[in-house]
């Protein structure tokens, strides 16, 4: 069973702050995709990377796909109280099926 | 043009009933998926459904079923409920399964059907 671990699990920090969360797994991905879901709602997809080194940035939000195709991070910059939401990574692993990270749980203090 | 909607949004049942919820996806969309998700345990896999067959299972009981129409609409019924089913229930749609090769699309999600099991 492939795992995506993501940390931290909470992080609350003041607005301004910039921040960076994480996503690993000991196996392999072929893409990855990062969802932000807020309270009420269904997840809401941010990015997908594809390619082993690839950044992608979404105004102030920068996404990285580790070359080696087991990690990804997602920096916030200057971080504001619309940010706060639960931020899940999710891989296709090759096996068809889209796995869910852990999850990483952000409030911006206002 | 309108999103996921899942119906019914909230309910209460009690050990060893069974509970059906219903999906109807974005249209044009015939790619059903189904996740449930718990503090614990985050978001899981369920199955997904497209043209009417399921394409991929997760690893649930076989309490856990569901089905697809033809217009794409999707059901999943949990049988004898145990208080351990409690969870958000999330559906998401996409134009195409994962099963396609390669297939990256999103997934569209709706606002979740949040089961209570007493």
């Known amino acids: 069973t492939q795992l995506l671990e993501q940390s931290p699990q909470f992080l609350s920090i003041q607005e301004g702050e910039n921040l960076t969360v994480y996503c690993n797994s000991s196996?392999?991905?072929?893409?990855l995709q990062w969802y932000r879901q807020e309270p009420g709602e269904g997840p809401v997809l941010l990015v997908t990377?594809?390619?082993?080194?690839e950044v992608k940035k979404l105004k102030r939000l920068t996404f990285q796909f580790g070359d080696a195709r087991k990690d990804s991070s997602l920096h916030i910059t200057a971080a504001q109280p619309g940010d706060t939401g639960l931020y899940l990574c999710?891989?296709?692993?090759?096996?068809?099926?889209?796995?869910f990270g852990t999850g990483t749980r952000l409030t911006i203090i206002p | 043009k309108a999103g996921v909607t899942q119906t019914p949004r909230y309910l209460i049942k009690t050990r060893g009933q069974q509970v059906t919820l219903s999906c109807s996806p974005i249209s044009g969309h015939r790619s059903v998926s189904w996740y449930q998700q718990t503090p614990g345990q985050g978001l899981q896999f369920l199955f997904e459904y497209f043209s009417e067959t399921q394409r991929n299972k997760g690893n649930f009981p076989g309490r856990f079923s569901g089905r697809q129409f033809s217009n794409s609409r999707s059901e999943m019924n949990v049988s004898t409920l145990e208080l351990g089913d409690s969870a958000l229930y999330l559906c998401a749609s996409s134009l195409l399964p994962r099963t396609t090769g390669g297939y990256t699309g999103e997934l569209f999600f709706g606002e979740g059907s949040r089961l209570t099991v007493l």
């Open positions: 990377v594809v390619t082993g080194g």
């Open positions: 999710a891989a296709n692993f090759g096996n068809e099926k889209l796995t």
């Open positions: 196996s392999v991905f072929s893409s």
